[in-house]
């Protein structure tokens, strides 16, 4: 089994330098790239199963493609900026991204973190990769929602983390604790509107009656319940 590919998106030349070095040290094969054109263009022949990117790119916005590749790619995605403010961590982490660390940074610590994420992968994907509910299936390899006539809707790697959860524990309680233990990340207000967002856009690519939704159901001042049965395949 191939060690799995990091990419890197960052125009400082000696971050790229210090990051590849650090996680080629720790067993990871690395690609960087110092333009958004450069990286899309890689894309289309390879497959990365971690991206770093920075959001302060020379040709194209950080965060429209952080958006892009959540949805497209179905890969990991880590937000390595100077942005240092409570909102760019928050618009980043509603987008669709995995994690968002802060320069400076220890190149160990995105080596844990890269690990953690990649660990948490494979532990979700133990119960299967296909769910059926309510007419719908998930498929948790192309990240898409497919309903009864097979139109897909795509969704993003930060949506499927929740979703992956609803659709373990059917018509559970699904406390704001428990999600924060499980998807990780800071208690607090910028944790529970990043959950709120996912939530909705997943209620909008299921056609849930927002005012009256019959599958993820909110439960004021206790958290969330998935009302659907639940099958699994793999």
Not at 60 to 72: F, M, N, T
Not at 111 to 132: C, T, W, Y
Not at 150 to 177: D, N
Not at 198 to 207: A, M
Request: hydrophobic share 40%; net charge negative; with cysteine.
């Amino acid at each position: 089994m191939s060690q799995p590919l990091i990419t890197i998106l960052d125009d400082e030349p000696e971050i790229r330098r210090i990051l590849a070095d650090t996680l080629e040290d720790a067993g990871f094969r690395t690609m960087g790239f110092s333009r958004a054109t450069e990286f899309e263009a890689a894309l289309k022949s390879n497959i990365p199963d971690v991206c770093l990117v920075d959001l302060g790119l020379p040709d194209r916005d950080g965060l429209s493609l952080v958006h892009r590749l959540a949805l497209e790619q179905g890969a990991i995605v880590i937000i390595i900026s100077g942005r240092a403010q409570v909102q760019d961590r928050v618009t980043g982490l509603e987008l669709g991204a995995d994690d968002y660390i802060i320069k400076p940074f220890d190149p160990s610590e995105v080596v844990a973190r890269i690990r953690a994420r990649l660990r948490k992968d494979r532990a979700q994907a133990e119960p299967g990769n296909l769910a059926h509910f309510a007419n719908w299936t998930a498929d948790f390899d192309r990240y898409s929602l497919i309903d009864t006539h097979g139109e897909e809707t795509p969704f993003s790697h930060a949506e499927g983390e929740v979703l992956r959860l609803f659709l373990e524990s059917p018509k559970r309680l699904i406390s704001r604790a428990f999600m924060q233990e499980r998807l990780g990340g800071a208690a607090g207000e910028s944790f529970d509107r990043a959950m709120d967002v996912r939530i909705s856009r997943l209620r909008t690519k299921l056609k849930e009656d927002p005012k009256n939704p019959q599958l993820i159901k909110t439960i004021y001042g206790a958290g969330y319940i998935f009302l659907g049965d639940v099958s699994w395949e793999r």
